[in-house]
């Protein structure tokens, strides 16, 4: 929790502790009916992949989770050398709730916004598009974001939640306040959005895209040096696409 708690500090399903997962149902029953009493040629591809996303991200997360417990008991390339709290444990055991929001994000989208739905399995201006507007504008926008983050009205109300844990994980990585995680869908939604009103959407650009965020982030928080050093002095442009957390 931050040191002084804004609005829009919790999640929407809090009160329903583990529970959370049956609003989803109402979602995933109709996901499922529609697909039922409609043709194969009627059937939207981009739709039918929403939710199979949701669950590949969970089990790439987990995975993550796993290889950096695992790696930090064998006590190797370890940069923070301590332990963990068991007040992070439980502040970060709600770690899926950012997957389960962009789900829902994803479904009205597919549902309501022009252009959401139908979305061919492949296009690749759209992936130029992406990586355009991911290594410009959005970084540009996520840095100063961030600076606004640690500037201690916000960073009181909102970002200390994140830098409560001292030794990362993985997961620590999208452990913030409800508020923090609209302005960053709506950051990273530039793409998205940029790409459907162009006509240039793809189901696997989407997907490779949250992929590769998810990736990022977790190898960015994972308290391991996965990455030699001399990989960038051999190839600096590697720089400007990944990061490590060191």
């Not at 529970?19 to 009916?33: C, G, M, R, S």
């Not at 600076?147 to 452990?175: F, G, M, N, Q």
């Amino acid at each position: 929790m931050a040191s002084k708690p804004g609005i829009l500090t919790d999640w929407p399903w809090k009160p329903l502790g583990n529970f959370k997962y049956i609003i989803l149902v109402p979602l995933i029953a109709e996901h499922i009916y529609s697909f039922m009493v409609k043709d194969n040629k009627d059937i939207d591809v981009s739709k039918l992949a929403l939710f199979p996303s949701m669950l590949w991200r969970m089990l790439h997360t987990q995975l993550w989770i796993s290889l950096s417990r695992y790696r930090i008991a064998k006590g190797t390339n370890k940069i923070v050398d301590e332990g963990i709290e068991f007040d992070q444990v439980d502040r970060e055991r709600d770690w899926d709730d950012h997957i389960m929001f962009s789900a829902i994000l994803f479904y009205w989208g597919n549902k309501y916004v022009p252009g959401g739905s139908h979305v061919p399995y492949w296009r690749l201006d759209g992936v130029i598009i992406t990586m355009l507007l991911h290594a410009g504008p959005v970084e540009f926008l996520y840095y100063w974001l961030h600076r606004a983050l640690h500037h201690h009205y916000l960073y009181s109300r909102y970002h200390s939640h994140h830098h409560s844990s001292i030794v990362t994980e993985p997961i620590t990585s999208v452990i913030h306040p409800f508020a923090e995680h609209i302005a960053y869908f709506l950051l990273f939604a530039i793409h998205v959005f940029t790409m459907v009103l162009t006509g240039t959407v793809s189901v696997i650009a989407l997907a490779a895209y949250v992929t590769y965020v998810d990736f990022m982030n977790n190898m960015g928080h994972c308290n391991l040096e996965l990455i030699p050093n001399w990989l960038f002095t051999l190839l600096p442009p590697l720089k400007y696409i990944i990061y490590t957390p060191s």
